[in-house]
């Protein structure tokens, strides 16, 4: 298991787990429906990594860049650090490991 579906598995936890929190916090179902749709999208593209499929790296590359670019947005509009402040560096450097594995060469 190298370290990009380490970093996809992660991040696809985190992005579960806070469109959970989200959702009974502030009783959203558009964090929730986001958290879950991404989060499993993240999983499946681990899950594709571990079966030796290129394109598993680019879906986990493309689903963190859109989560980065959500949440920058969000933190430049709130200038909360939670959540969109937090998601968005962990984003930065998991988008950091899965661009490093797609250049990186095989």
Known sequence: ???S??????YGMLALIGGIIGYFQANSQVSLLS?????????????????GQTWGLILAT????????FFALRLAKTRKFMPAGL???LGM?????LINQLVAPK
């Open 93 to 97: 450097l998991t988008l950091a490991v």
């Open 35 to 51: 958290g879950i749709l991404s989060g499993l999208l993240l999983f499946v593209a681990a899950y594709l990594q571990l079966q």
């Open 62 to 69: 493309v689903v963190t860049a859109a989560l980065v670019v």
């Open 1 to 3: 298991m190298n370290l």
């Open 87 to 89: 998601m968005t560096i």
């Open 5 to 10: 579906i380490i970093a996809a598995i992660a």
